[in-house]
Antibody
């Protein structure tokens, strides 16, 4: 059974940093392409970025160097390092396993909540 | 990358059919057969209902179907049931290795 468990969400002040984790099981993780998607309160879904097998990353334009996605295949885990956080970064952050490099079928975690507030 | 355009709301009575549209451009929806549809109930993570425009994951009722014409993809739900009331989002390969989502449609079963 595929399982994706996000963690690391917290309350942080504007300008602060946070690292989210996504622990995966039930599929060949080292070969997997993984994405982060976020959802602001009461709003829609927004793609943050993805990491390919091997570690190459792609990011949404709004990231602008503030966020970094990495992976540790020995721990079956991906990370989202978020720096210079803004109030508008508040929301639920989901990780998902991209079964296809072109964004076809996917599996999602349950998400972790990030609140940026002074 | 701009979001795909969905109607903010849709509705139908039990047993009826409803279609939700998702309009993009020739650079995303029109360029790729990688459109997905997600169902999200309050407090839950999104669940994929349709992927690659028309494919339905195992366990998803065949009342759900997808199609695409030009730059617009559509999700049709036939035989509406109360449990279909949820938010629905489309997504598409956006080109340049990006993924783009629609703004979401709130479906109400009357």
């Amino acid at each position: 059974e595929v399982q994706l468990v996000e963690s690391g969400g917290d309350v942080v002040k504007p300008g602060g940093s946070l690292r989210l984790s996504c622990a995966a099981s039930g599929f060949p993780f080292a070969a997997a392409w993984m994405s982060w998607v976020r959802q602001a309160p009461g709003k829609g879904l927004e793609w943050v970025g993805r990491i390919r097998n091997g570690g190459t990353t792609d990011y949404a334009a709004f990231v602008k160097g503030r966020f970094t996605i990495s992976r540790d295949d020995s721990k079956n885990t991906i990370y989202l390092q978020m720096n210079s956080l803004k109030i508008e970064d508040t929301g639920i952050y989901y990780c998902k396993w991209e079964h296809n490099a072109n964004y076809g079928y996917d599996d999602w975690g349950r998400g972790t909540t990030v609140t940026v507030s002074s | 990358q701009s979001a795909l355009t969905q109607p903010p709301s849709a509705s139908g009575s039990p047993g009826q059919s409803v279609t939700i549209s998702c309009t993009g451009t020739s650079s995303d929806v029109g360029a790729y057969n990688y459109v997905s549809w997600y169902q999200q109930h309050p407090g839950n993570a999104p669940k994929v209902m349709i992927y690659e425009v028309t494919k339905r994951p195992s366990g998803v009722p065949d009342r759900f179907s997808g199609s695409k014409s030009g730059n617009t993809a559509s999700l049709t739900i036939s035989g509406l049931r109360a449990e279909d009331e949820a938010d629905y989002y489309c997504s598409s390969n956006g080109g340049s290795d990006n993924l783009v989502f629609g703004g979401g449609t709130k479906l109400t079963v009357l």
